[in-house]
Every structure is written in structure tokens, then in C-alpha cells.
């Protein structure tokens, strides 16, 4: 046994002495390529690596896809009612999220009833107005919620409306729909079928408090 390996390692220096210059030469070069090119495959290796993670955790955290709707609730003085708000109208949606925040809304009413039509509150004394987001991205349907405004563009400020059925033939094109009630309709509707004072635009006879507007979402 011994012996044979003696034997190759002779053959094998046999080998190399036999090889020329020019061979040796060649084999250095290649042995040097061939190294080159396994650290190039490495780099390359942990390169894809490190975009595999970051693509992953940039999912895991939502990055790259549109928002999450939030939710506030409304705790009036006939029962609650939770709205989703539409993040894709960062102007309205944030105009009353920045409201909501400050506790604004807090101990306002809902003071006009529209029968069959809207219940409209949520006035606070000096308001900024805002931008109108118009054309709208969403509708004036049956228990969406929109801004209210004078006749003038951009002249909402803090007031809001509830529709009781489907405006959007009448309202889509001057009034912005940032949200949509999600739970509480029956609130709603009851709030819309309360008696008003018969002299005026929808005064209810009792008041209708909005007690506290929270996000919870």
C-alpha cells in the first residue's frame, strides 16, 4: 500500500516537471479565474440574499400597499355608530381625523334631519376650510358619509352629512364621500325619522348629541 502511493507521488511530480513553462503558466491562470469567479458567485449569492429579506420584511409590513381604512365611533345620544374612513381622500379624511384627534367633535349634534334624504352635523366654531376632492372616488350612496359645504368650492370646514338613500345623481359633483357607516345603521336611521321643527330646514325637536368621536382603527 505503501509502496503505490510512493509510486503516484513520483508519478505526479513526474508530471509537473514534465509540464512547460507555458503549461504551468496556463494552470496558474485558470486556478486564478476559477477563484475569481467562485468569490464573484458568493457576492452575487449574498446579494440575492439580502434583497430576499428586505423584499420580505417590506411585505410583512404592508410597505408598498395602499392603507389600511381607519374607523372611528361615534357614541350619540341615541346610540353608536362606527364609520370607516377612506384613506385614499387624505384631504378629507385627514382634515377630520385631525379634528377627531383634538376631541373637536365632542359635545356637538347632529343638528339638521332631512327626512329620507340626510342627517347632517359636527359643526365646530372656527374650522379651517379645506379643499374639495373632486371629482369624487367614491359615491354618495345610501349611508355614506360626506362633507358638507356652503355653494362655494372648498368652503367645507368641519360639518359632515350621513345619507339616508342613495343622492349620488344629486350630490356626487359638489361633495366630497370620505367614509361609510359600518355598524349602526339602525342609529342612523332612527336619527333620520325623528320630528323636526315644521318651520325650518330639519331641526330636530329634541336634541341629538354626538357625545364623543374616537378612532379605534
Known amino acids: 500500500m505503501l509502496l503505490q ?8 511530480l513526474a508530471g509537473i516537471s514534465g509540464m512547460s513553462d507555458r503549461d504551468l503558466r496556463l494552470q496558474r491562470l485558470k486556478a486564478k479565474k476559477a477563484r ?13 440574499l439580502l434583497v430576499v429579506v428586505l423584499v420580505a420584511v417590506y411585505s410583512l409590513s404592508g410597505g408598498g400597499g395602499p ?14 355608530i362606527t364609520i370607516e374612513l377612506y384613506e385614499d381622500m387624505p384631504i378629507t379624511t385627514g382634515n377630520f381625523k385631525n379634528l377627531v384627534s383634538q376631541g373637536l367633535y365632542d359635545g356637538t349634534a347632529f343638528h339638521r334631519v332631512a327626512h329620507s ?19 369624487n372616488k367614491h359615491h354618495n350612496v345610501m349611508w355614506s358619509v360626506a362633507m358638507a359645504k356652503t355653494s362655494q368650492p372648498n368652503s367645507a370646514t368641519s360639518q359632515f352629512f350621513i ?7 344629486a ?6 364621500v370620505f367614509g361609510m357607516v359600518v355598524s349602526g345603521t339602525d342609529v342612523v336611521a332612527a336619527i ?3 320630528k323636526t321643527e315644521p318651520a325650518d330646514d330639519g331641526t330636530p325637536l329634541t336634541k341629538i348629541s354626538i357625545i364623543s368621536v374616537r378612532l379605534i382603527s
Do not use: C, H, W
Not at 36 to 48: C, M, P
Not at 163 to 169: E, S, T
Open 163 to 169: 345619507n339616508l338613500k342613495d343622492n349620488g345623481a
Open 5 to 12: 502511493l510512493f509510486l503516484q507521488f513520483l508519478g505526479s
Open 117 to 135: 334624504f340626510v342627517i347632517q352635523g359636527g359643526e365646530v366654531a372656527g374650522a379651517a376650510t379645506i379643499q374639495d376632492e373632486l371629482p
Open 171 to 176: 350630490l356626487d359633483s359638489n361633495y366630497s
Open 67 to 80: 392603507a389600511a381604512n381607519s374607523r372611528v365611533l361615534l357614541v350619540t345620544s341615541m346610540g353608536n
Open 36 to 48: 475569481a469567479f467562485r468569490k464573484k458567485v458568493a457576492g452575487l449569492g449574498i446579494v440575492v
Open 192 to 194: 333620520g325619522n325623528v
